[in-house]
């Protein structure tokens, strides 16, 4: 990336132009808006958790959100990985509007993401764990075909573009929701029958690939091999392979975060949420954590929104900045624009009442 | 020395433990479905003995052409129907085709009923203690036998899908055992089922998504499992289990309400095997179905005034409760502090 080519098609590049330079070799490339998230309200019966906050991520960068305990900031994560469906508001992803999906949907699409309190298999091994950050990468022979095909005839053929609508949609889940809508009695049959065309193949594709599976064996294995070299990357990347085959109920608190990363990782995300991905921490395992997650950045150019407590991590390596307080957005902006902002120096020192 | 051993070349040891091993691969047929429904959504279904008697008596119906809940069809009319078709025989009772296509269609209704059950009991309890899904499940277990007595009627039935019946000649020819050919088939049956289930649960990309959803329900929805499909697929694979455990045990000791119970025996086996594991379920039922024969059989009767057989698993269970909680293949608990 340090030829004078690349530097040369940056410096023309408008968004990389206000963009810091981390150290003059590798320049981090931010693109378009990935998500936009317009006047969410997210309220818990009386109480507020979020107030019409509205804010963006860009393609690349590292988007921090910040703020007090009780600021919202683990509920607005909950919104955009799909725990949580707001009462107010809109998400738009990769420029579409996105329905109230189910949280595994979501991450179909591309959202992956580690808790605060971690969220491991602990009966798995860390390789089994981090395994199961591929399974929306795994497709059986019929499902493969399925959407081969819809990729084809694609804008050719009208009703096999009803077979990519909502193709991220899970088809049985649909299925069973129709099923069940007792309070719609009257049946539109068009929506019948695009349903029908929708989720019927998808069906039979993802029954198909079961019983692919349960018979015919070497299937199985072949996936399992093509993918298990993936998932080899990823733990050469994180170090720890060491620790590969071990119960991650075993690991200690640091190692288990790496891992809860690496599963996220190995679903290739295109967004990925970390939930203070350095909490409880000492200055080490910070420093590595850090490091980790710039490297991710970088490497695999994968969109992070994380929410952090450490100020001094947060400055250091997020590009841009959302300050929540009481639910509310009282800042958002470049670390340094954030750092002199008069409403966010109030919610952290306190503001003298006299 | 010649007291110890002498019993090994006494040809009614052997036909003891055979007999015991062949009754102990029917209880593992049932502790089999506990196995796979605790194991992936660390629910104890306690309708698991209602499952098996369900199926084998929808099997019944369909082998019989009887026509479901006819008495309420027939007191709401007050008509007099009670067959909607007439089931095809030859000589040797119903033929294979009509057997098989029983069967998948009692297959298919197993498999509706999983997803009534997520659907209806599951779905509306995600998140919930594991002992309110228990207790779900006990509901479903009288819900269940209710439809069940509805749908078919209460009396006794006989299962005939053409499983050899009587002693095997061959076997008393070569070596002088009585053994029941239709326990060697329940044991070929149950070796092709545990091998297929094994090979499914550890090596597929499913069986890593079910063993997730086990683990931790919300790390699971955040990589991409729906939890209700996989519940759907278990709990379809537990029917179909309990629909193999019905067939075996209906043509054992015919299709009645007392096959619910079974599942009571099934509780020690999977305290020896462990709940999670599913080959600890088999050895788990061998043990146990070996062990209490032998136990009535040298001890019971002559000490003991007979009839041990009814508590020996309890006790063993209970031995094992105190000893290895977890079982003997069972996952051990790991707790940090």
């Not at chain 2, 069809?73 to 095809?88: A, K, S």
């Not at chain 2, 290895?324 to 940090?336: A, D, S």
Request: net charge negative.
């Amino acid at each position: 990336m340090s030829t004078p080519e690349v530097a040369a098609a940056a410096e023309t590049d408008s968004e990389y132009a206000h963009k810091e330079i981390d150290h003059g070799l590798n320049p981090r490339r931010i693109g378009d808006v990935i998500m936009d998230i317009r006047n969410i309200t997210m309220r818990f019966g009386g109480v507020t958790a979020i107030k019409d906050v509205s804010f963006d991520i860009r393609e690349g960068e590292i988007r921090a959100i910040i703020g007090p305990n009780g600021a919202g900031k683990s509920s607005m994560l909950n919104v955009i990985n799909g725990f949580y469906h707001p009462q107010e508001g809109e998400i738009w992803f990769h420029g579409q509007k996105r329905a109230n999906l189910k949280p595994y949907q979501i991450a179909k699409q591309g959202i992956a993401r580690t808790f605060q309190n971690i969220a491991l298999f602990r009966g798995m091994s860390t390789l089994d764990n981090i395994m199961t950050g591929r399974l929306t990468k795994m497709r059986g022979p019929a499902m493969t075909w399925l959407n081969e095909f819809v990729a084809r005839t694609r804008g050719k053929v009208g009703w096999a573009d009803s077979l990519s609508r909502d193709a991220d949609v899970d088809a049985v889940e649909q299925a069973m929701d129709f099923a069940f809508s007792g309070d719609n009695f009257d049946i539109d049959l068009t929506s019948l029958a695009t349903r029908l065309i929708t989720w019927g193949p998808r069906v039979i594709a993802g029954t198909v690939d079961l019983s692919v599976e349960a018979i015919y064996f070497g299937h199985a294995e072949r996936q399992e091999i093509e993918h298990r070299e993936k998932v080899e990357h990823i733990i050469d990347f994180l170090e720890i392979q060491a620790i590969r085959k071990t119960p991650v109920g075993r690991l200690p608190y640091g190692l288990q975060k790496r891992v809860e990363l690496g599963r996220a990782l190995a679903a290739e995300p295109k967004l990925l949420l970390l939930d203070e991905p350095m909490a409880g921490m000492n200055v080490e395992e910070k420093q590595d954590m850090c490091r980790f997650i710039l490297d991710v950045n970088d490497e695999f150019g994968t969109t992070i929104a994380l929410i952090e407590h450490d100020m001094g991590v947060v400055m250091d390596i997020a590009d841009r900045v959302v300050v929540l307080d009481y639910g509310s957005k009282i800042g958002d902006g470049t670390p340094d624009e954030v750092r002199a902002n008069k409403a966010v120096i109030d919610a952290y020192l306190g503001v003298s009442h006299d | 020395m010649e007291f110890l051993f002498g019993f090994l070349t006494d040809p009614f040891f052997w036909e003891v433990v055979v007999s015991g091993l062949l009754a102990g691969v029917m209880y593992s047929l049932v502790a089999l479905g506990f196995v796979l429904i605790f194991k992936a959504s660390g629910i104890f279904n306690f309708a698991q003995g209602v499952l098996a008697l369900f199926a084998a008596l929808t099997l019944v119906g369909f082998l019989g052409g009887q026509l479901p809940f006819s008495h309420v069809i027939n007191w709401i009319l007050g008509t007099e129907w009670h067959h909607w078709y007439e089931p095809p025989s030859d000589e040797d009772g119903a033929p294979l085709w009509f057997v098989l296509l029983s069967i998948a269609l009692t297959t298919g209704v197993m498999i509706g009923m999983a997803w009534v059950i997520v659907r209806v009991v599951l779905r509306p309890l995600v998140n919930q203690e594991g002992i309110i899904l228990f207790m779900a499940t006990i509901g479903l277990a009288f819900v269940l036998e209710g439809i069940g007595d509805l749908m078919w009627g209460a009396n006794v039935k006989v299962l005939d899908v053409g499983l050899p019946n009587g002693p095997s000649d061959w076997i008393i020819d070569t070596t002088g055992m009585f053994v029941e050919k239709l326990e060697i088939s329940a044991a070929v049956v149950a070796i092709i089922l545990v091998t297929a289930l094994t090979l499914f649960s550890q090596y597929t990309k499913m069986g890593r998504a079910l063993r997730a959803v086990a683990d931790d329900h919300q790390a699971a929805l955040s990589v991409g499992i729906s939890l209700e499909t996989i519940w759907w697929i278990v709990w379809s694979v537990a029917g179909i289990v309990a629909l193999v455990a019905g067939i075996m045990w209906g043509a054992k000791s015919g299709v009645q309400f007392s096959l619910s119970l079974i599942a009571l025996k099934a509780l020690p086996v999977l305290m020896l095997g462990g709940f999670t594991s599913i080959p600890g379920a088999i050895v788990g039922g061998l043990i146990i179905g070996m062990g209490e024969k032998l136990f009535d059989f040298y001890i019971g009767v002559e000490y003991l005034g007979g009839a041990t057989e009814n508590w020996f698993a309890y006790v063993l269970a209970l031995l094992f409760l105190l000893f290895r909680p977890q079982g003997l293949f069972g996952e051990k608990i790991i707790e940090r502090v």
